[in-house]
């Protein structure tokens, strides 16, 4: 092996010859387990939220594929019909054309080139990261198979009656010109103002007062609401309001949605422009006038005077206008949450307009037939309810069931040409014809060549074909080896932040399309990935880490490049680029992508939001450098030599960490098989680090080294390359790269073959290893060598200087674990001797082993009284830094002015300083008892 650990020189070298092998192809007839990718955007790029979530699926993949279960990891990407189509757009854009400009045939072509060139960009970090996709059947969301199962789909759903074409209320972006989810809408807390408007009474016997953030939407209103137990105004339910700047009037009425102690507890309705309002609406009969258009300027229903105005231009109008008319009351300055489209930015506005619906709020259709609630929402409620999905960590069946019990039909189209298109065609008459193709569309509706049709221009939600991605990646429609195989999946991993819009849907779709079987039997629920400081990441923000940054390092420079380019709020550069140089004065070093991996795996806490910090990387890739130095140790005294167990002898040290070795083989397996991954890591790293590394390995050279027969020896080097080889296959699903690196030279040697650790079997625990009088023995050793090591550090006794140890009393099993563990002993702890002795003993420091008491004589050893000045010494020095400290955060110019990360590192320093001013006295009480 190399002398130093350099993951560039190994990871894309193991990559290839995995992928080139066909090691991540579905092998064997074991049981079958399948793990989808929950789809990246194929205009995405790799960011940390994909980089965790998609470490925790390859270490299930690799885990269960050296199970020998038969494994499928799916990869594929999806469309993403909106963010692609402004990516060819502001191309086109570039060269001072439109989408319009090609039509729709020409930009669909366009948008497949566009594809063709960099849509490849993730699947090749996700390479980077170690996925074992199988990427022989990577499939996308807009490929011919899957573009066929959205058809079928969309066909069976419509002919079981429960997708309709209708008048809805939706969030509509006035920049794109579409429809779009909710997922697609961010909704901040903004500076606002509420402006108190008086509203007459037709009759002319008074006024009510209305307070509202959108002045502009007056022009649509169509009624007052007040609630029906409001002594105010309980008078006035059912009398008319002369709408202000309109030559109508509306009525008021009651409804239980006002609250009395808001505002003026009147509240003005505009079924057409708000969602709340529309439920109103629809319980009084309200009509929707709708006052603007598509790209949000006052449509021919508003008052002639503002017609064509932008609606914040129509604000401004609005308001001078009441304010002439003597009805502005008053203006309050007011936070509210403003949604914007994620796309564009641009405030997302409420807009009634005709869209495609999956019907799942009725219980029975006119017709009789079993409405969407009954025959997709209770089963699916049902199959959570009944455990035949299983949510982990559990709470978040909650968050399912409030969705799912709380429903709303759901808009399944957008007015954009990238996606795919509705399969439905319109004749002259309007009337609409659903079918697979037009040909079939002909056919059943026994339509001639002489009738005319057109193609619907919308396209489908992509969460409409997401929603078929456990099914239709196998193959759905059409039967087959694939699906019949891994479906029902086994596990979905991904984020909160989705339940409802693709978990949810999923749930649906597959129980609908595949005869009531469940898409999953597991749902796995991460967090999402913060920063150090617990903030999210965002581009805004300028705190994201690009994860392939982390694995191959970045300039400072580039990294400053990288957060300021490109940003929505070019103003905040400045303060990005400051905060950028401070955090990373010397850029990101490269620490390989095992170190991210195991770092990610580490921080995978059940339900919690990750808190990433780069400090945590660091000391992972510590952790690779400790396992290749160790590795480099064993190899050196193994290689060459006779290894094999056949007359070998054992050690109690060799004992103690095989027995070691089978618990946390224990410890990682029901960690694993309950999403554990955070426990996975801790105990690996406790054992490798701890126990193999720093204990054994140590333990080891007085064997090899001394005089110990040739038997003892072999026993030895077996445990050491056993152990090591074993440890290598439980590292492997969570650090692929290193672990393959170092078997392919620890396997022979350990006497096992194969072509790949990742098809190596995972270790099972092996009962006959587990010994607990070995660990008995051993931890009483380490209690022995842990007590000089304490008296060598509060005497300040250089490592290396050895010392005579005095031994006094203990039990039988006490002075026979000395005799037989002398040679130990002297070697690890730098000792000269061990001399037993009776009641008398001259001035020492003591520590107690079991019933032992191990003494050091003080004599010649260290000067009392100059021990004494050193520590006075010392805490006088910390004594002042840490009254300098306190006064610093005491300043409120520092403590309330300096930036939050800055304070918090403080106070980090100071607890240091605190702690370490406590442990000096103690040592200082300690010399003085001497």
Known sequence: MEKTYEPHAIEQRWYETWERQGHFAPQG???????????????????MGHAFQDTIMDALIRYHRMQGFNTLWQPGTDHAGIATQMVVERQLNAEGRTRHDLGRDAFIERVWEWKAQSGGTIQNQLRRMGASCDWGRERFTMDEGLSAAVREFFVRLYDDGLIYRGARLVNWDPVL????????????????????????????????VVATTRPETLLGDTAVAVHPEDERYRHLIGKQIALPLCDRSIPIVADEYC????????????????????????????????????????????????????????????????????????????????????????????????????????????????GGLARIIRPSI????????????????????????????????????????????????????????????????????????????DVLDTWFSSALWPFSTLGWPEEGY???????????????????????????????????????????????????????????????????????????????????TGLMQPQMAPRIEKATRRQFPEGIRAHGTDALRFTFAALATTGRDVVFDLGRVEGYRNFCNKLWNASRYVLMNTEGHDCRPAGAEYSPADRWIRSRLARTIGEVHEAVENYRFDIVAKCLYE?????????????????????????????????????????????????????EEIWQRAAPLAGRAGPTVSRAPYPHVEPAWLDPEAEAEIAWVQTFLLGVRRIRAELNVAPGKPLAVLARGGSADDRARLAANAVF????????????????????????????????????????????????????????????????????????????????????????????????????ERMRGL
């Not at 903004?190 to 009510?208: K, T």
Request: some cysteine; proline content about 5%; charged content about 25%.
């Open 825 to 924: 002993l002297c070697a690890l702890g730098r000792l000269s001797g061990i001399e037993p002795i009776g009641a008398d003993a001259p001035q020492a420091a003591t520590a107690l082993v079991g019933e032992l008491e191990i003494l050091i004589p003080l004599a010649g050893l260290v000067d009392k009284d100059a021990e004494l000045a050193r520590l006075a010494k010392e805490i006088e020095r910390l004594g002042k830094d840490l009254e300098r400290g306190e006064a610093k955060l005491a300043n409120p110019n520092f403590a309330d002015k300096a930036p939050a990360e800055i304070v918090a590192k403080e106070r980090e320093k100071l607890d240091a300083q605190k702690a370490a001013l406590a442990k000096l006295r103690e040592q200082q």
């Open 687 to 739: 054992f490798v680090w701890n126990e193999y590394c720093d204990w054994y390995l140590e333990l080891s050279k007085p064997v090899l080294t001394g005089q110990a027969s040739d038997a003892a020896k072999r026993g030895t080097r077996h445990t050491l390359i056993a152990a090591l080889e074993t440890v290598l296959r439980l590292l492997h699903p969570l650090m692929p790269f290193i672990t």
């Open 482 to 564: 694939a699906l019949n195989t891994f479906y029902p999946t086994t596990v979905l991993v991904t984020g909160f932040d989705i339940i409802f819009f693709w978990v949810a849907r999923m749930i649906m779709a597959g129980l609908y399309c595949m005869d009531g079987e469940v898409p999953f039997r597991d749902v796995y629920i991460h967090g999402l990935v913060r920063d150090a400081d617990g903030q999210k990441m965002s581009k805004s923000k300028g705190n994201v880490l690009d994860p392939l940054d982390i694995v191959d390092g970045i300039d400072l420079e580039s990294l400053v490049a990288k957060r300021t």
């Open 259 to 370: 609250d009395p102690a808001f505002g003026s507890g009147c509240v003005k309705i505009t079924p057409a422009h708000d969602f709340n309002d529309y439920e109103v609406g629809k319980r009084h009969g309200l009509p929707l006038l709708n006052v603007f258009t598509k790209d949000a300027r006052l449509n021919d229903n508003a008052p002639a005077a503002y017609r064509g105005l932008d609606r914040f231009e129509a604000r401004k109008r609005v308001v001078a206008d009441l304010e002439a008319a003597g009805l502005l009351v008053e203006v309050k300055a007011h936070k509210l949450m403003v949604p914007r489209g994620d796309r564009t930015g641009a405030v997302i506005e409420p807009f009634l307009t005709e869209q495609w619906y999956v019907d799942l709020t009725r219980e029975v259709q006119p017709d009789g037939r079993p």
């Open 177 to 208: 010109l579409t429809a779009v989810s909710d997922l697609e809408v961010v909704s901040e807390e903004e500076n606002g103002s509420l402006w108190h408007i008086r509203y007459p009474l037709a009759d002319g016997s008074g006024a009510v």
């Open 29 to 47: 007839t074991g049981t079958p387990y399948c793990i989808m990718i929950p789809p990246p955007n194929v205009t995405g790029t790799l960011h």
């Open 382 to 457: 049902a199959a959570v309810e009944g455990g035949r999905i299983r949510f982990v960590p559990g709470n978040w069946d909650k968050t399912y069931f409030e969705w799912m019990n709380n429903i709303q039909d759901w808009c399944i189209s957008r007015q954009i040409w990238w996606g795919h298109r509705i399969p439905a065609w319109y004749d002259d008459a309007g009337r609409v014809y659903v079918g697979r193709d037009e040909a079939e569309v002909r056919a059943r509706h026994d339509l001639g060549a002489g009738v005319a049709l057109r193609q619907d221009e």
